[in-house]
């Protein structure tokens, strides 16, 4: 079975200065790899996926990830934040095989942007 | 295009009470269907999903249960509710045979007093 770690639950970084948000899966097998943005209230927004090929995938926001297998890691990255991307963040992963598919998500990570 | 409806918004029930919130799916057929709970600190823990009319399947045991009357619908109900069935509800779908990306709706928020 999969497994999702993202080990820290808030991150507080000031306004214009770049993040990492991490994410650390356990598969025996390969995985899709997906992080979701959550504004206060709402349900959660695809940010960007990884599904094969390049490491590095960009999303929207001007958020990135790098898929990185030796470390299992997708850490989830902006150069520079704005106050408007306080939000929690999940990283997800699910199997690519046919039929259902069980999405499991870690237990989120809470950006607060200092301005 | 297609677009996913979860209501009522908000709910406050005493304990006891009966349930049901309800999830809709417009633009799509034959989606997948999964409801999650959301409690502060633990993430999403999934409740039920379902890839066809009828077909129920339940991640934990709890006092929740779920059904899928029409392809498009899905309803999350308890008989009686319990303090411990407060938070935040979330219905989402996803396409069948595709890469697990999950659309979520806007959320259910439960308070039980």
């Known amino acids: 079975a999969q497994s999702v770690t993202q080990l820290d639950s808030q991150v507080p970084v000031f306004e214009e200065a770049p993040v990492e948000l991490r994410c650390n899966y356990s598969s025996s097998v390969s995985v899709y790899l997906f992080w979701y943005v959550q504004y206060p209230n709402q349900g959660l927004q695809l940010l960007l996926k990884y599904l094969s090929g390049s490491t590095l995938v960009k999303g929207i926001n001007g958020f990135e990830a790098e898929f990185n297998k030796s470390q299992t890691s997708f850490h989830l990255r902006k150069p520079s934040v704005h106050i408007s991307d306080t939000a929690e963040y999940f990283c997800?992963?699910?199997?690519?095989?046919?039929?259902?598919?069980?999405?499991?998500f870690g237990t989120g990570t809470k950006l607060q942007v200092i301005p | 295009s297609q677009t996913i409806h979860q209501w009522p918004a908000t709910l406050v029930q005493p304990v006891g009470s009966p349930l049901s919130l309800e999830c809709t799916v417009e633009g799509t057929s034959n989606p997948n269907l999964y409801w999650y709970r959301q409690a502060a600190g633990r993430g999403l823990q999934l409740l039920f999903y379902s890839v066809g009319i009828g077909q129920i399947s339940s991640e934990v045991p709890q006092n929740l249960s779920a059904s899928r009357p029409q392809d498009r619908q899905f309803i999350l109900s308890s008989k009686k509710l319990l303090l411990s069935d407060s938070g935040f509800y979330l219905c989402a779908w996803r396409w069948t045979g595709a890469t697990g990306e999950l659309f979520f709706g806007e959320g259910s928020r439960l308070t039980v007093l």
């Open positions: 997800a992963v699910s199997l690519p095989s046919g039929g259902y598919q069980k999405v499991t």
